[in-house]
Every structure is written in C-alpha cells, then in structure tokens.
C-alpha cells in the first residue's frame, strides 16, 4: 500500500515539475519575441484646456521648435488695408491716393508634430475702398402734401413735439417727404478676394531661437474693379425737352457702369520666420506670385425715368420706367507679377490663445485691367490700362488658436 502511495506521489512531482518548466518557458519565449501587452484605451490624458493661463514655465521649459504651432491651428485676422486708385485715360485721375476699405484674413493649417512639414490655406477678402463724388439733386416732388401731417401730429402741427420734423431725410422713398437722388461718380472703388494653398517645410532652429519656414503654393485671386459715372437730369432745370408721351415734368438719372473682372491664377513661393521672445511672438511672412490674369470688362448703361403729373407741392408720380442697354463684353489676358507682404507681433494670451497685431503688404505689380475698355459708341466712360499696378497697404488685428 505504501508502495503504490509513493509511486503516486513521484507522479504528481513529476507532473508538477513539468508543468511549472512549460510555464517558464512560455515566459522566456514571450519575453524574447517582446510582446507588449493591448494599451488600455481609456488610459490617456486629453487637454483641452484652452482658457488656461499660460505661465512662465510653460515657455521657459520648451524649446522654441516645440512652441511653434503643431497639430491643427487658426488664425482670424480683421483688415484696414488702403488701396491705389486706378490709372484712367484722362490724366485726371489721382493715381497716387489711397483709400481706405477693410476685410478679413482667415488661415486654417495643420503641420505634421514628428517630421516638421504640413499645409496651410488662407483666405482673404477686402470689401472696399468704395470712395465717391457725390452730389445731392432734390427730385421734382420733393415734398408730398400728404405727407405733412404724419401720425401723431396735433392739431395740424407738423414739428416737435407733436409732429415729424418738415422736410425729414429719407432714404429716397416715396412715402416720406423728402425725395433726392444721389448722383455718385466712383473713384475708387473695389473688391478683392484671395485663396491660397501653402506646403509648408519646418526648418531647425537657430542658435537664438528663430524658426524658418519655407513653403511654395497656389494663388487665385479675383480683383474687381468698378467704374460708374451718372447724371441726373429734369424738365424743370431745363436738361429735358417736354415729350408728347412722358409729359412735361419727368426726371431721369444715366448711370454708365463698367465691371472689370481680374481672375489671377498664380503660383507663389515664400517663407515664414518665427521669433520668440517671452510671451510674445514675432513672425513675417514673405510671398512672390507670378501667373496670368483673366479679364473680362462689362459696359452698359440703366436710364431711369420718373414721370410726374406736376412739378410742385403735392405732385404725385405717375409712372416709372427703367431701361438697360445691352451689355458690351471686352476680354483681355496679361502677365501677372506680385508680392505679399505680412508682419505680425502676437502675446501669449492664455495656453492655445494669442492676440496679435500687425501690417500687411499686397502689391500686384503689372497685369490688373480698372477702369474699363476705352470711350467709344459702345462705353461713354473713360477707360483705363489693362496692365495696371495695384498696392494695398495696412494694418491687421486678429486671434490664434493652436491646441
């Protein structure tokens, strides 16, 4: 009995041992292949902290190459750029003024964290300069009878505090008393409108801190430039002959319009250098753009006519006729050569925010049609040069945000 008890047990060592030797050998196999273990996926420690104040060991603890933007950044900046005026026919134009209009610059990139290069697209918009020669012209019924007494009056008074002021400036609607055009002739008057799309190469710092970033892209930008002249003209002044149909009181306003569309297609190269010192960041960016400018100039003239049944207190509009003439097509292409200039200066606001402030440069060189064809049957107005220059300068203001 005790003999078959022993043999058990030296079976069970036996089993024991051998089991515990497949084990540390599973281990040393798996120890030698390296194998890592599944990550948790909840173990991870995301910051989205925007608003927290930056300190002065957030910066002092990076290097410069880790504090410029990484990842996903945006920038919005609000623009006061003024712009040249064009370069007429006439040799009366003041092509050395500027004027003043403003936009908007919105920059979205995402550059790579580990190998340094990434993309950039840019979008900029310039609402404006609209300057012009204007002059008020009162039209025919000026004042309507029935509108001197307006709600509210007491006792037939027409002025404070019962009543409306007699006559009352309006917005050229006939309802209210007071009727005037006003007879405007542009001088400077635009629209730009800029996409760009920028691969960016992040280079090592320099010995102080500096950051260069050279980039080469593509440009399309659409310049418009409006050129319109009208006159104001009436039987009571004697610039209108009485007509057998209108009548003897009528009034019409000319307005000689021409649109001038520049679509520049470019390619551009340029850098960016980042400084920083601080809390503050200094950055300048450089880009040259050369390409070719569609353009397309559209003439034609809108006569509006108002017919009157008197000329007087109380008049009242009989009709009124608006005509349009054909518009007048002229295509053309040029060389374009340009340059964009930009310089910002941006304080550490909080950890992912700066506010910046800066100035901004757009000159195209050669290759932008303002103004128009030249005066012929088909455009009454002075026309310009289809291989003009045009600078707008200014300054910038805007936001940051990089996680």
């Not at 009995?1 to 069970?12: F, L, P």
């Not at 209009?101 to 990139?109: P, Q």
């Not at 730009?192 to 102080?208: A, I, Q, T, V």
């Amino acid at each position: 009995m005790k003999t078959v008890e022993h043999a058990m047990s030296v079976r069970k060592l036996t089993a024991s041992l051998l089991t515990s030797l497949a084990m540390l050998g599973a281990i040393a196999i798996g120890n030698a292949q390296e194998h890592v273990p599944p990550a948790d996926p909840f173990a991870f420690e995301p910051d989205f902290q925007w608003f927290r104040p930056v300190t002065d060991m957030d910066l002092a603890d990076m290097k410069p190459k880790k504090r410029a933007n990484t990842g996903w950044f945006a920038t919005y900046d609000r623009l006061a750029l003024y712009a040249s005026r064009p370069e007429l026919d006439d040799l009366t134009s003041a092509e050395t003024k500027l004027d003043l209009g403003w936009g908007n610059r919105y920059e979205i990139g995402y550059m790579l964290p580990d190998v340094e290069h990434g993309w950039m697209f840019t979008y900029t918009n310039l609402h404006g300069p609209s300057a012009y020669d204007t002059v008020i012209r009162e039209r025919l019924n000026r004042t309507n009878e029935g509108d001197l007494l307006p709600y509210g009056s007491k006792d037939g008074v027409v002025g404070p505090p019962f009543g409306a002021i007699v006559p009352a400036g309006d917005g050229n609607v006939l309802q209210y008393n007071v009727r005037q055009y006003w007879v405007q002739d542009a001088l400077n008057v635009l629209e730009y409108d800029s996409f760009e799309l920028n691969k960016h190469w992040r280079m090592e710092p320099y010995h102080y801190g500096g950051i260069l970033e050279p980039f080469v892209g593509f440009r399309w930008s659409r310049l418009n430039d409006y050129n319109v002249r009208q006159d104001y003209r009436t039987t009571l002044d004697g610039s209108l002959l009485s007509d057998l149909i209108l009548g003897d009181d009528y009034e019409r306003l000319l307005t000689d319009s021409t649109i001038t569309e520049n679509d520049v297609l470019a390619g551009q190269v340029g850098f960016r250098y980042i400084k920083f010192r601080d809390r503050f960041t200094f950055s300048a960016d450089f880009r040259a753009f050369t390409g070719g400018s569609l353009q397309c100039a559209k003439t034609q003239q809108t006569v509006d006519t108002t017919v009157y049944d008197g000329n007087g207190i109380g008049s009242e509009v009989s009709f009124e006729l608006v005509d349009k003439t054909t518009p007048v097509y002229t295509r053309n292409e040029e060389f374009v050569i340009g340059f964009d200039i930009r310089g910002e200066m941006a304080y550490q606001l909080t950890k992912s925010i700066k506010l910046r402030g800066g100035f901004q440069v757009i000159d195209f060189a050669t290759g932008i049609w303002r103004g128009g064809p030249p005066q012929g049957p088909s455009n009454l107005l002075i026309g310009g040069d289809s291989d003009q220059d045009v600078v707008m300068v200014g300054g910038t203001f805007g936001i940051e945000l990089n996680r």
